[in-house]
């Protein structure tokens, strides 16, 4: 691989990455219940994580060879309307945006995610003769540390 290629693809991934810091910059201004999860790896992470309601809502990950930034919604939550940035994606939904022009859309397909899972899961809870779910706890209100010794 010559100079040339990797000083390109190092200028590609550096340009993909404000992309994707600026997106959840913008999603979590916008989106008030959503905040940026961890991601625990041993080693520097291959993608970021953005959590809601206590449970992961989408990873976002840079894609340098797709030339876009690749955020794929958790199984764990509604699927949102056909969207010009949805990609094909083993897991469920994945959406690739290639501009900063893409973070609006981003930002209307994860709302619309939210709010058709909460719909769903206060229709499934009136079904089931409860009034509403009960509100999630933090992670660090059930985590309880191992005791060693």
């Known amino acids: 691989m010559s100079t040339r290629t990797i000083e390109r693809d190092t200028r590609i991934r550096e340009l993909l990455d404000q992309l ?3 997106m959840i910059q913008d999603i979590l201004a916008a989106l008030p219940d959503v905040r940026e999860g961890h991601v625990m790896t041993i080693g520097p992470p291959a993608y970021r994580r953005l959590d809601c309601d206590g449970r992961a809502l989408a990873y976002v990950r840079s894609r340098p060879r ?8 958790s199984g764990l939550w509604s699927v949102p309307s056909r969207s010009e940035l949805q990609v094909a994606s083993a897991a469920g939904v994945a959406l690739l945006c290639r501009s900063y022009g893409d973070i609006d859309e981003a930002i209307r397909c994860l709302r619309e995610v939210v709010e058709a899972t909460r719909e769903a899961e206060i229709e499934k809870f009136a ?3 409860e ?5 999630l706890e933090e992670p660090a209100d059930w985590l309880v540390p191992r005791q060693v010794g």
Do not use: K, N, Q
């Open 127 to 129: 079904e089931d003769g």
């Open 131 to 135: 009034s509403e779910p009960a509100a």
């Open 66 to 73: 797709r030339l876009g930034v690749r955020i794929e919604i």
């Open 20 to 22: 994707a810091d600026r």
